[in-house]
């Protein structure tokens, strides 16, 4: 296996590579680099995981000249969140070199900070096609001295359809310069633009069995399509996840299953592209700092999610393309961790499976759906493995005494050992728990009160976007939201008074359906 130290990188580079605690270079990172660094236009195909920011961030940065206050470098990305991942990378390389700069562009962000930003002198910059678009047409990004075009993600670019956008950018190129594109799929629209705007390009695969993750534990499950809920919180509960990422194909999907998990009392964020982009950076922000237990997500808007800790990856809906579903097991098992993968198969869809093995050479292993008694009985060995654990620590002194007590009060220690692990193992059910708060809620009504939302049928809302906007923003289960009536231009919801204050403050300056919201006490007659 090569490492970073046999390429020649600048002391800098090296440092900073060192510092991330990187030694081997990955396949995709051992072949590229050399070529990038030789001048060569380079087709890379690779996905997630496999380390492609750095393989074309380390050779792009070692040709920078700093003493040239210019663009140099322009790297365009699919995602906002891939945008700013990249960047991320890049300055972690640039730990131990100050005088380069980058600077990435986005929609979502006040476009006069990236004005400034690139009136200061730029040398990279790392953009979506839009907003690069804008720029270049304010006149505030000049791409006349750029020498290095990375296109990272092409596929999505031209899923997501701005591919026209992007020979636009290609356009304003000099045609002397070096054209890096990476990409997990070659459909016949992304080779197109290769033999376009490429200069006999080397074409670089890392093979299918080099892609697979070796630290995730794959396994399937046949359900009818009906039960599959009920059978992603039992996984859930059965294994105590606290960081899960759910895989759905329609946003659609990813709201209802949003929907239906906040109801069932677990903490969960969707996150597809109908969202707007302050929505999608609180559920990602959310989901990072482990105020979320649950993300949903389509493949595209999960595309730059860079979380370490993702303990479980679930194909609620099998991936149509066999190589999102390397895609998605990717995000789990970060850094030599371990983690798990689920996949959920429909009828037919064991043969969809079978070319999915097929092509990632692996073999994804059928379990059964395990049953409430299964379930049980796995929380009650967790349960009783934290007992052992905590008794193995000592320091129990004051409890002791608290427990002797009782026992003094003709209550045994087996007795009371019971009670305790019944009062533990009820806390830890969420459905009950949940659902019986929002019964004792409901039946009194004085309990709560309607608020007014400046939104309704006419921009097409519906209860649901107004379950999860409060639900995301204010982490409350959605089952403990009351009444909601969708009028023309405005909603009525109720909500527990305990926290309508707190409600109506943090829904302030959300947005729903790209309207801006706020929100009001009102009087439900």
């Known amino acids: 296996m090569e490492k970073f130290e046999d390429l020649a990188l600048s002391k800098e580079v090296r440092r900073a590579v060192e510092d991330m605690g990187f030694e081997e270079l990955t396949p995709i990172q051992a072949r590229v680099i050399p070529s990038i660094l030789d001048g060569r236009d380079v087709i890379g195909q690779a996905q997630t995981g496999t380390g492609k920011t750095l393989a074309f961030g380390i050779p792009?940065?070692?040709?920078?000249n700093p003493r040239t206050k210019s663009v140099q470098a322009i790297i365009l990305c699919p995602t906002r969140e891939l945008a700013i991942q990249v960047a991320e990378e890049l300055k972690r390389l640039l730990l131990h070199r100050k005088n380069i700069r980058i600077l990435s562009v986005y929609g979502g962000q006040p476009i006069d900070r990236q004005i400034r930003g690139l009136k200061g002198g730029i040398h990279v910059v790392i953009g979506t096609p839009g907003r690069t678009i804008d720029h270049i047409n304010r006149g505030t990004l000049d791409l006349s001295d750029v020498e290095t075009v990375v296109l990272d993600e092409a596929d999505e670019m031209l899923n997501m359809g701005f591919i026209d956008d992007v020979e636009t950018i290609l356009r304003r190129i000099p045609h002397e310069r070096q054209t890096l594109l990476f990409s997990a799929t070659m459909p016949k629209p992304?080779?197109?633009?290769?033999?376009?705007?490429?200069?006999?390009?080397?074409?670089?695969?890392?093979?299918?069995?080099?892609?697979?993750v070796p630290h995730v534990e794959q396994s399937y499950f046949e359900v009818r399509e009906g039960a599959k809920l009920d059978v992603l919180?039992?996984?859930?509960?059965?294994?105590?996840?606290?960081?899960?990422?759910?895989?759905?194909?329609?946003?659609?999907?990813?709201?209802?299953?949003?929907?239906?998990?906040?109801?069932?009392?677990?903490?969960?964020?969707?996150?597809?592209?109908?969202?707007?982009?302050?929505?999608?950076?609180?559920?990602?922000?959310?989901?990072?700092?482990?105020?979320?237990?649950?993300?949903?997500?389509?493949?595209?808007?999960?595309?730059?999610?860079?979380?370490?800790?993702?303990?479980?990856?679930?194909?609620?809906?099998l991936p149509k393309d066999e190589e999102y579903y390397v895609h998605r097991i990717g995000r789990t098992a970060r850094a030599g961790k371990k983690g798990r993968a689920f996949a959920f198969v429909v009828g037919r869809e064991i043969n969809k499976l079978k070319e999915i093995q097929s092509f990632a050479n692996i073999n994804i292993r059928r379990q059964s759906i395990p049953s409430l008694a299964d379930v049980e009985e796995t929380k009650i060995t967790n349960m009783l493995e934290r007992v052992r654990t905590t008794v193995d620590d000592g320091d129990l002194h004051q409890h002791i005494a608290t427990v002797e007590s009782l026992c003094n009060a003709d209550y045994t220690p087996v007795d009371i050992a019971a009670a305790l692990l019944k009062m533990l193992l009820s806390t830890d059910k969420k459905e009950p728990l949940h659902q019986g708060k929002r019964a004792r809620e409901t039946n009194r009504r004085e309990a709560m009160t309607a608020l007014r939302v400046n939104t309704g049928s006419k921009e097409k809302v519906k209860a649901k976007d107004l379950v999860g906007a409060i639900a995301g923003e204010t982490g409350i289960p959605g089952n403990l939201i009351g009444k909601i009536d969708v009028f023309e231009r405005h909603s009525l919801v109720e909500i527990p008074e305990e926290i309508a204050e707190d409600v109506m403050l943090r829904l302030k300056g959300c947005y729903i359906k790209g309207k801006k919201i706020t929100a009001e006490f009102a009087d439900r007659n």
């Open 60 to 64: 792009l940065l070692e040709k920078i």
């Open 190 to 212: 992304i080779l197109d633009l290769t033999h376009k705007y490429q200069q006999n390009p080397e074409f670089i695969k890392v093979v299918h069995k080099q892609l697979t």
């Open 233 to 317: 919180c039992r996984l859930i509960d059965m294994y105590n996840l606290k960081s899960s990422l759910v895989f759905c194909n329609t946003k659609r999907r990813v709201d209802e299953v949003v929907m239906h998990l906040q109801a069932r009392g677990y903490i969960a964020d969707g996150l597809h592209g109908d969202m707007t982009q302050p929505q999608r950076d609180r559920a990602m922000n959310r989901f990072r700092k482990d105020l979320t237990e649950i993300l949903v997500a389509t493949d595209v808007a999960a595309r730059g999610i860079d979380v370490e800790d993702i303990e479980a990856v679930f194909n609620y809906d």
